[in-house]
């Protein structure tokens, strides 16, 4: 990533924070204005620093030191205000070792082009803080611009700058505006290649593209290609852009057919696009065409040529609940998300990708090209659904507060890992959550990014809307209802009931051991109570199968409690748009930390045997020391019953098995000794994976000193760890195993990278490793 320091790699992610706020104690020097420089506690390096003819100090060098970032934001923002342009706190790097802020981008105004004011301007400074000393240091800068300066005291500068400080300085004559060159060039105009092209006239745009074509900026390639799809029949919508992973800045971007991808009915995977690349010296260059569509063209109308600045802000940046004028038609749009959030999140998508080449995220577009709801998941939460995705939850735990309060509609996939914690598998933000066509978009993009794997089980609300997407994406998916809203409803409900029916109703829900016994007591409750006309229990009864957990025990929920709720979003649910990527990249962090303190205590410490029976020392060794834990309670517990033999025919035997000292806790367990297959009445292994004390009680008393491999699943072992895809053989596409190999090795690769730099012995250590080791597999491809 090109810091100082090779200890430490780092996960990047945009931060928004506003405009900058110069030090109100702060004062210049030049002219009639005195200016109190920089004491030892701000700038550290300050002997060094240029005074131009004005007198004014402070310009930035690679090298200066500050004692905090802050102290660099102030200094550079003084400078910039000295020199007549405007800051933005740009990206920031965190370490992935503590997860600290390493380093910070401090940006001009007009760095990116997210707004029409915006010119991509690539000046900026990046501190990154020094190891050693705890120094804030200059590390990369660049002090050129691509737009003229706004000058001194200008009345375009921003209140709050001119509210603090007042103060006339001309522009430094080493930024001073470079000179403004024509619209559009040809390529021979650069290097004097013989290309003998109709030369454009400035703002008519005629031609058509070609490799090699040249522009000033990526707004001038968007109108010439915007012209020339015009002309040609077809519409054009702006595509990826890709940016550098030194400093965050665009270096390429493309303008594609209308009809590009598969996201909407009416588009038909055109492959027609146009590639534009940043040069060294400021331009742009189309490095890569293709002019084929796969439709007919000149058939349909074109939309008015608009900026690329409009095109975007209008493609990320709908706002809620407004109307929209597209020619002469009026579409009234209904929409959760507020409007900034679009901009904010494809700008920290985009970065994200370009660390994570495993990061996945899509947005829902309606008929009108208007952006939706929106998901995202990086590599490893798509790893680890091929590991943890048997059981996820849907976690829409926002709307617990969204009465009382404006919260953010932001839901989490989550899954359990083998320490039995929190994972993520993705999140989203939900445009409209009473539409089922918005949770059929969000279920299908789910499945896509993990690679077409259906959960065995989905935690998820009970509105109708969910259940019908439910249905139709994951048709053979156990769908169970959310506890917090099953809990929220009965609040509701039975406050107007009395003490005698919720008691009746709690234990109806509770005490059945049996479908038939549930209905017995549930139609005695409602009749003695004369309720058989009540809506809401007449619903509840119906779907009594999502809901109540004689139901549900059947099927696998990883353990996941059906007495308390499940969650991480609650945290992020409240926050503002320009705190919202921290928050959730906070809960991300921690829950990650989470479990590596668990695989650090898995992989070095091991939990104290208390019998001597050779199954629980066969378990303490393949179990994660959270799964052994309840094995173990089950492995006492067992001891406590008896069991009697009911039934045998040839190899299959019935046992009753009861507690001693309580006759109401009878179950039942059926085994059948030829392959040590075994089923017990209470479900637990079904439902959570582990083995319940009653089938371990007869596999006791059978003498059983080893436990069948099918009674331990791989997703509880200290193996289900990020390294061996999940049941490798049920990939049914040779891809799917090959794009979760690839990840794998990735991170593999990364940690062992890191690891490995820390000194000149290590790197040429493990250089001659990775090189016997490429050696190795290009043996194994030859062979």
């Known amino acids: 990533m ?160 001119q509210g603090r400080i007042s103060v006339s300085v001309k522009p430094s004559s080493v930024l001073s505006p470079r000179p403004k060159k024509p619209k559009v060039k040809l390529l021979k105009e650069i290097d004097g290649g013989g290309i003998n092209a109709k030369r454009f006239r400035s703002g008519s745009y005629e031609g058509e593209p070609y490799s090699g074509l040249v522009f000033n900026s990526a707004d001038e390639a968007y109108h010439f290609y915007h012209a020339y799809a015009e002309k040609a029949g077809f519409r054009v919508r702006i595509g990826q852009l890709f940016r550098s992973k030194n400093d965050g800045s665009i270096t390429s971007r493309r303008f594609v057919c209308s009809k590009e991808g598969f996201q909407h009915p009416s588009r038909l995977g055109c492959g027609a696009f146009m590639r534009i690349k940043r040069q060294d010296f400021g331009t742009w260059i189309v490095d890569r065409l293709e002019k084929n569509h796969n439709h007919e063209t000149g058939l349909e109308p074109v939309t008015p040529k608009r900026s690329m600045d409009e095109v975007v802000d209008e493609f990320v940046s709908p706002a809620p609940a407004t109307t929209l004028h597209c020619g002469q038609a009026t579409i009234k749009r209904e929409n959760e998300i507020g409007s900034e959030w679009y901009s904010l999140l494809l700008d920290y998508f985009q970065t994200r990708q370009a660390q994570d080449t495993g990061f996945f995220y899509s947005l829902e577009v309606d008929s009108n090209g208007s952006c939706k709801s929106i998901f995202w998941a990086d590599g490893r939460s798509r790893f680890s659904c091929s590991q943890f995705g048997d059981a996820i939850i849907l976690d829409t735990s926002y709307r617990k507060k969204k009465k009382t309060r404006s919260v953010v509609p932001f839901a989490m996939f989550l899954g359990v890992n083998h320490h039995r914690q929190p994972v993520i598998l993705g999140c989203a933000l939900i445009a409209d959550e009473s539409s089922k066509e918005t949770f059929t978009w969000l279920f299908n993009t789910w499945l896509n990014a993990m690679f077409g794997r259906s959960p065995r089980s989905i935690i998820a609300d009970q509105d109708p809307a969910i259940q019908q997407a439910v249905a139709q994406v994951f048709p053979s998916t156990r ?71 004689l139901y549900l025990r059947g099927s696998f929920f990883a353990g996941i409690s059906l007495t308390s709720s499940f969650s991480l979003s609650t945290s992020i649910t409240e926050s503002e748009v320009d705190e919202f990527i921290s928050r959730y990249e906070q809960v991300v962090e921690h829950q990650r930390k989470e479990e590596m303190k668990e695989d650090f205590k898995c992989s070095n410490l091991q939990a104290v045997l208390k019998t001597k029976d050779p199954v629980e020392d066969q378990c303490r060794q393949l179990y994660t020391l959270a799964v052994f834990k309840i094995f173990q309670e089950e492995m006492l517990q067992c001891y406590n019953y008896f069991a009697i033999k009911t039934f045998e025919e040839r190899t299959v035997s019935r046992f009753s098995l009861q507690r001693c000292g309580d006759e109401s806790e009878k179950h039942t367990i059926r085994l059948d000794r030829l392959n040590l297959d075994i089923d017990c009445s209470c479900r637990m292994f079904e439902f959570e994976g582990v083995l319940c004390r009653h089938a371990l009680r007869v596999f006791n008393l059978l003498g059983i000193r080893e436990l069948p491999s099918r009674y331990i699943l791989h997703r509880w072992t200290k193996n289900a760890e990020y390294g061996t895809p999940r049941d490798v053989e049920s990939l049914s596409e040779k891809e799917e195993l090959k794009a979760l190999m690839t990840w794998s090795l990735r991170e593999a690769a990364s940690s062992y990278v890191e690891a490995s730099s820390g000194s000149l012995d290590q790197y040429r250590a493990s250089y001659e490793v990775m090189h016997e080791a490429d050696s190795a597999a290009e043996f194994f491809n030859n062979a």
């Open 2 to 161: 090109g810091f100082g320091s090779s200890s430490n790699l780092f996960t990047n992610a945009a931060s928004k924070e506003g405009d900058p706020d110069p030090d109100p104690d702060g004062e210049w020097f030049g002219g009639n204005v005195n200016v109190k420089p920089y004491s030892v506690g701000k700038v550290g390096v300050m002997n060094n620093t240029a005074v131009d003819g004005d007198g004014v100090g402070f310009e930035p060098y690679i090298g200066l030191e500050f004692d905090s970032p802050d102290d660099a934001r102030e200094f550079y923002n003084k400078y910039a205000m000295h020199v007549g342009f405007r800051t933005r706190i740009g990206q920031l790097y965190r370490s992935r070792t503590d997860g600290s802020v390493a380093s910070r981008r401090y940006v001009c105004q007009r760095e990116g082009f997210q707004l029409n004011s915006r010119t991509g301007c690539p000046a900026f400074i990046r501190v990154q803080k020094h190891g050693d000393s705890g120094k804030w240091v200059i590390d990369q800068m660049e002090k050129n611009h691509n737009h003229e300066f706004l000058g001194g005291g200008d009345e375009s500068c921003s209140p709050i700058l």
């Open 479 to 549: 769908h169970r209802f959310s506890l917090w809203q099953l809990e929220a409803r009965e609040q509701e409900k039975l406050r107007s009931m009395s003490d005698e029916f919720r008691y009746g109703y709690d234990e109806c829900i509770s005490q059945s051991q049996t479908p038939a016994e549930f209905t017995t007591m549930w139609t005695a409750l409602v009749n003695c109570h004369g309720l058989g006309d009540n809506v809401w229990l007449q619903e509840m009864y119906e779907k009594r199968e999502s809901w109540v957990p």
